[in-house]
Antibody
Framework: QVQLVQSGAEVKKPGSSVKVSCKAS????????FTWVRQAPGQGLEWMGG????????NYAQKFQDRVTITTDESARMVYMELNSLRSDDTAIYFC?????????????WGRGTLVTVSS | SYVLTQPPSVSVAPGQTARITCGGN??????VHWYQQKPGQAPVLVVY???DRPSGIPERFSGSNSANTATLTISGVEAGDEADYYC??????????FGTGTKVTVL
């Protein structure tokens, strides 16, 4: 079955960057899209952006447009999300999820999440 | 931007029916998806494209969507259904939008 395994928790200083990884298995990968969603402590879900694995086409939420980069490594079946210029309010659990290649539909499989803590 | 409004909480006795609403402007013209999230866990897709269920999701979970309100219905609620539930749409002007979330408590 489809599995998305994410990298471990991170603690970062304000102003630094974090790169979270997500390894996909049980899926063709090339025909998939992948998306990133975050959840601040006690808060709801917030979409950040997504990528089409085949073409590398990305689509970012306007809020994160200037700070986030989503990439893939097809040979390693990896998806990455890098967030720059971290602030304390970026403290959250970051989830990767699989979606269709159009990036427009539902998210049918999710990773378990990666906690990123931003603190001086 | 497109806003999806859910009630903060819904309480239901075991065996009864829980209805969770998701309000949005002309949401009936959108495809709505629903996720269940238990504490400390990742969200799980329970309904997609308004009323379809992924494999492995019990028939107790059903969805509908019309006019300005989409609804997730959980029939015969069980203790294990206690969780947060989020609706989700893709909107051409706002991209992916999640509802505010509803905490379902089984009494």
């Amino acid at each position: 079955q489809v599995q998305l395994v994410q990298s471990g928790a991170e603690v970062k200083k304000p102003g630094s960057s974090v790169k979270v990884s997500c390894k996909a298995s049980g899926t063709t990968f090339r025909s998939d899209g992948f998306t990133w969603v975050r959840q601040a402590p006690g808060q709801g879900l917030e979409w950040m952006g997504g990528i089409t694995a085949l073409s590398g086409t990305t689509n970012y939420a306007q809020k994160f447009q200037d700070r986030v980069t989503i990439t893939t490594d097809e040979s390693a079946r990896m998806v990455y999300m890098e967030l720059n210029s971290l602030r304390s309010d970026d403290t959250a659990i970051y989830f990767c999820a699989r979606c269709g290649p159009s990036l427009l539909g539902y998210f049918d499989h999710w990773g378990r999440g990666t906690l990123v803590t931003v603190s001086s | 931007s497109y806003v999806l409004t859910q009630p903060p909480s819904v309480s239901v006795a075991p065996g009864q029916t829980a209805r969770i609403t998701c309000g949005g402007n002309n949401i009936g013209s959108q495809s709505v998806h629903w996720y269940q999230q238990k504490p400390g866990q990742a969200p799980v897709l329970v309904v997609y494209d308004n009323s379809d269920r992924p494999s492995g999701i019990p028939e107790r979970f059903s969805g509908s969507n019309s006019a300005n309100t989409a609804t997730l219905t959980i029939s015969g609620v069980e203790a294990g259904d206690e969780a947060d539930y989020y609706c989700h749409v893709w909107d051409i002007s706002s991209d992916h939008v999640f509802g505010t979330g509803t905490k379902v408590t089984v009494l």
